[in-house]
């Protein structure tokens, strides 16, 4: 195959022409693959010939169009007879319209499964539902022709990495071309299994359960992912960039697939074409993040624990430093022991946002290389535990309290308007840090036990809320919401933070608000009658099932009953941590509230919507399609149901 135009080719009275083509394996027809500048730009007159023993036996015979969409186009010419090589040539004035171009020769009459040329859709078994919380394009989603393969291949036993050699602009209608063009030489579908896009996205290539075309007399056993696109700076007339997005899908779409078909992944099973049969291809660019892609494969299979950090780090408190858990305040670059402040997120020290600007690994004191300021939490962060009781007390003010609302502290305490527990003030119902709260600390409690009232009588008793929220941060996972950076959201669909879903107290606790939605059990016609939740595995159709269910079967059977779907990010924990987690979900208009489990990933961001809920959650909540929830941990443990 040539992939690009460039010294190697002649020109030869007004015509580029390509160095002959090798067709050891015999070829009748010869096939084109073109990326045009433009959508615009007007279809070369290509043309083409055959060899023998290196000697021309055919005319030079004109290509015709085989697929046009956009600047992707398939050119075909049949020889009409079997040459052992072939040559191919464009005019000298067409070059600049030609951004890349690949062409090969086949004897489509030496295969036993032939494509048609036209037809759209596909006959197939569903995409494999381990699979969906990747947030894979499907066929029908990018357009795919109908295939006609039937050959299925059950045992794996290694996955190969590709590159398509050209193209990237818009992945799916490159995938339609690289699709049209395996088929236009005799090919029963594309030859590979998945495909990535410079979006970052994973698009569904050849139906997994089936035999692929990607390694010649390799291909038993050995699943294809190719990367859209050209990554070979010394080869690729436009080489792609290569993303850390695409680096990053490949790595979780490798570990899934190792864990569906018990691949160990590893170098010697994860491997680039060029170590299989003699070729450049993936390219040396992609060739060399091969290592990577493993290392992300094996900290991301399905239920597999990634490496618990030593000090769970929480969500941003500012536009460019972190607040450490353990109360160090970090500036932009600086490092704890396991994680690093990239610009107000934490992201673990590999790969993170560069070297660290200084590093200071116990988290109490913080890493501040430019000395920030402690910036003021938003006002809807809940009141954390004091990191230590040593903070100096300030002399109470002499007098009552300014009117305004109190707080609960997470330890229980019910805190006047300006009273302040070790580190942080309640300003009028909000917790703020100390050094940015709302001035002289009424009163001043430091274990945030028993709380700082609205005299120097005893702290009143706090009213308890029954409530077991644990907050939006627990073990350094996250509860999604708005500009929350979600890594697993950004290898499904592309978005690197969480578009939807604000934060706001309630009774004295943060959650998210946000629409909800329902999903599972018997009625649910969105899901196969075998598609399975991404985190749980259990098929959903089987869940709330019967619909309304009398309260023995609730209480024998919850887990069937109250379970959910958000875009989890599953870092840094993994898919086994969050079968375990506990959601607790409110509805604001009345205080209705259940505890529910994760089974799935969800829902697309298209919807609008933050969480799905189970009929029984949703019925539970009294809640509809598009209402309004709150949505927050609740402690490990907790048993699901209703809370009140």
């Not at 022709?145 to 794996?156: A, I, N, S």
């Not at 943060?510 to 018997?522: A, I, L, N």
């Not at 539970?620 to 709150?630: I, K």
Request: charged share 20%.
């Amino acid at each position: 195959t040539a992939s690009t135009i460039g010294t190697e080719w002649v020109r030869q009275d007004g015509w580029a022409v390509a160095p002959p083509l090798d067709a050891a394996d015999g070829a009748t027809r010869v096939s084109a693959l073109l990326t045009l500048i433009s959508a615009d730009a007007h279809l070369a007159a290509l043309e083409a010939r055959g060899d023998l023993s290196g000697l021309p036996v055919t005319d030079w015979l004109p290509l015709t169009s085989y697929f046009e969409d956009g600047e992707a186009r398939v050119a075909t010419v049949d020889l009409g007879l079997e040459v052992d090589g072939i040559e191919l040539r464009v005019p000298e004035r067409e070059l600049e319209a030609i951004a890349d171009l690949r062409f090969s020769g086949s004897d489509p009459a030496l295969l036993e499964e032939t494509a048609p040329a036209t037809e759209t859709g596909v006959t197939r078994s569903a995409l494999r539902a381990e699979l969906t919380g990747l947030g894979i394009v499907t066929r029908e989603e990018w357009g795919a022709r109908r295939g006609t393969c039937t050959t299925r291949d059950g045992v794996r036993r290694r996955i190969s990495i590709h590159h398509t050699e050209g193209g990237a602009v818009d992945p799916a209608r490159q995938l339609r071309g690289v699709q049209s063009y395996h088929q236009s030489k005799g090919w029963c579908d594309v030859g590979y299994h998945f495909l990535i896009g410079a979006d970052g996205r994973v698009y569904e290539g050849r139906p997994v359960e089936l035999l692929g075309a990607h390694v010649r007399d390799n291909n038993p056993g050995n699943l294809g992912i190719a990367f859209i696109g050209c990554f070979d700076r010394r080869e690729c007339a436009t080489p792609t960039t290569l993303t850390d997005a695409m680096i990053e899908s490949a790595g979780r779409l490798v570990g899934t697939l190792g864990d569906l078909y018990g691949i160990t992944i590893s170098s010697s099973n994860v491997r680039g074409h060029r170590d299989q049969v003699s070729t450049t291809c993936p390219g040396d660019d992609l060739y060399a993040r091969i290592v990577d892609i493993v290392a992300i494969g094996q900290r991301s299979r399905l239920g597999g624990d990634a490496p618990p950090p030593v000090v769970p780090d929480p969500p941003p408190t500012g536009p460019s430093v972190c607040r450490h858990s353990l109360g160090g305040v970090y500036a932009a670059g600086a490092c704890s022991e396991t994680y690093q402040c990239c610009d107000g997120a934490w992201h673990a020290r590999s790969p993170g946002c560069g070297a660290c600007t200084c590093t200071e690994t116990n988290g109490a004191i913080g890493c501040t290389a430019t000395s920030p300021t402690d910036p003021t939490p938003p006002p809807s962060d809940p009141a954390p535990s004091d990191p230590a009781p040593s903070d100096p007390a300030p002399t109470p003010a002499p007098s009552g309290p300014p009117a305004g609302a109190s707080c609960a502290h997470s330890f229980g305490g019910s805190y006047a308007n300006t009273a302040c527990s070790a580190s942080y003030q309640c300003c009028d119902g909000t917790w703020r840090a100390r050094a940015s709260g709302c001035g002289t600390c009424f009163c001043v409690e430091e274990t945030g036990t028993s709380g700082c009232g609205l005299s120097s009588e005893p702290a009143p008793s706090p009213v308890p809320s029954g409530l077991p929220s644990a907050g939006l941060t627990l073990s350094g996972s996250e509860i999604p919401r708005a500009g929350l950076a979600n890594a697993t959201l950004r290898g499904a669909l592309g978005l690197s933070t969480e578009p939807y879903g604000n934060v706001e107290t309630f009774e004295g606790a943060s959650f998210v608000r946000g629409r909800v939605s329902w999903f599972g059990g018997p009625r649910d016609t969105g899901v196969t009658t075998t598609e399975t939740g991404a985190v749980s595995g259990e098929r959903l159709r089987s869940l709330n099932s019967p619909l309304s269910p009398d309260a023995a079967t609730l209480r024998s059977r919850p887990a069937d009953y109250y379970y959910a779907a958000m875009r989890w990010s599953y870092s840094p924990n993994g898919t086994r941590w969050w079968r375990d987690a506990r959601i607790l979900v409110v509805n604001p208009a009345t205080g209705a509230a259940v505890v529910v489990r994760p089974v799935d990933w969800g829902p697309n961001t298209s919807t609008r919507r933050v969480i799905d809920l189970s009929p029984q959650a949703l019925s539970d909540l009294g809640l509809d399609t598009d209402g309004q929830a709150l949505v927050s941990f609740a402690p490990a443990g907790t048993p699901l149901g209703r809370v009140r």
